[in-house]
């Protein structure tokens, strides 16, 4: 059953005028803080878990959601927890996490609301306890990501909780985060009932699968619940700490059978042995691009978008005379204006390294291309998008 809410854009307004102004936040759009704001009109839940917070801007809107609600009801009260791994807020390491969020819990003055953060959600599940009735996932995106903690909270929901899933087309974003379908799996493999919103449109290019939606769980949700153990046998992304594991491992062995846990287990073990056979890519791919730049002393650096550049930099794979096509002005990474305009003769007699794969396919557009098509290496698969 797909169903939808009602949206409320007030909270988000409401939030801006009171609290500090942050680029990036709230890291959701107006339409996707309005259908939060809307499960949360609808489902007037008691106790919410909030998992990945960044700054605070979403919890600020939480906040003051549950606080309009209660100023309609006087019987409603609430409890917040906010939960993320990372002390810091991940944009600005000179702040904590959840700041936005600290500052509308004192501007409203409850003592409702938790901040938790330094470990992962199995760490901090036991002091939350049962009954939570309101669950937001919002963190990695990518594979394993929200799916471990979706299993870490499900023995602790109440019995209609509401599964709230944000950055549901994250991997159609650009080819750079084609992998972050964390939130998508779970939204599709949750035994229960489908809220999405399927009439709004999104902003950038009118696609018109939100970006948002929720599950409500059902008595079903845990007769199949070894579906979700089963989406984790998909690709990883990445492999979280060997400490990491343990901990949810635990967790899992202690709430679910276990043939789950095995299941898990053999999950594991297969994204570990590929990670291995990624990492000796990378490490071939390294080598190619040195012996490259032994070779050529005129290389164009093309994609340099702010994550490729500082995973190199951080790798220190390249030397500073590398030209930068932001520096030269030809334009940044995927646009294909900037490809024509960097004119054919500009790249004559130089080596192009490209960072992402959207630009591998302009740039092979350019009408000239034949006479570079032996003078270029790709490399993206060494510049993974790790802002998040
Ligand atoms: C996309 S941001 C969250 C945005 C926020 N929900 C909002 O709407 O403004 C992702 C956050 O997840 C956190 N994070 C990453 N992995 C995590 C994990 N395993 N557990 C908890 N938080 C995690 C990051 O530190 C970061 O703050």
Request: with cysteine.
């Amino acid at each position: 059953m797909m169903e939808k809410v009602e949206l409320y854009f007030d909270s988000r307004r409401k939030c801006s005028e009171q609290i500090e102004t942050v680029n990036n936040e709230p890291e959701m759009s107006e339409f996707e803080s309005a259908f939060l704001a809307g499960l949360l009109y609808k489902f007037k839940p008691k106790k919410i878990v909030e998992v990945g917070i960044a700054a605070g801007g979403t919890t600020a809107i939480i906040l003051q959601t549950l606080e309009d609600i209660k100023s309609l009801d006087s019987s409603y009260d609430y409890l917040l927890f906010s939960v993320d791994l990372s002390e810091s807020y991940y944009r600005d390491q000179s702040r904590v996490s959840g700041f936005l969020g600290d500052q509308m819990a004192s501007i409203i003055g409850t003592n409702n609301y938790k901040k938790m953060t330094g470990k992962v959600l199995p760490e901090r599940i036991e002091e939350i306890g049962g009954e939570i009735d309101f669950v937001i996932l919002d963190t990695v995106h990518a594979l394993p990501g929200e799916v471990l903690d979706f299993l870490a909270i499900f023995p602790f929901l109440s019995s209609n909780a509401i599964i709230c899933l944000h950055d549901l087309t994250y991997h159609y974003n650009s080819l750079m985060t084609e992998n972050r379908c964390s939130n998508s799996v779970l939204f599709n493999a949750i035994v229960g009932n489908r809220i999405i919103d399927m009439e709004q449109k999104q902003s950038i290019d009118e696609v018109e699968y939100p970006n948002i939606g929720a599950v409500q769980i059902t008595e079903d949700t845990g007769k199949y619940i070894d579906g979700i153990f089963c989406s984790l046998t998909l690709n990883w992304s990445y492999v979280p700490e060997q400490k990491q594991l343990e901990i949810y491992q635990e967790h899992y062995q202690r709430y679910y059978p276990s043939y789950m846990t095995k299941i898990f287990q053999n999950a594991i073990k297969m994204a570990s042995r590929n990670a291995i056979f990624k990492s000796n890519q990378v490490k071939l791919n390294e080598q190619m691009i040195n012996a490259v730049i032994e070779k050529n002393n005129d290389i164009v650096f093309w994609g340099a978008g702010n994550v490729c550049k500082s995973t190199l930099l951080n790798e220190k794979i390249f030397p500073s005379s590398i030209v930068d096509s932001c520096d030269t002005k030809i334009g940044t990474t995927i646009f294909g204006w900037t490809i024509y305009k960097a004119s054919a003769e500009f790249l004559r007699n130089k080596f192009i390294i490209i960072t992402c794969k959207e630009s591998e396919s302009i740039i092979s557009q350019l009408k000239e291309w034949d006479i570079y098509e032996e003078n270029y290496i790709t490399i993206w698969d060494l510049c993974e998008d790790k802002s998040n």
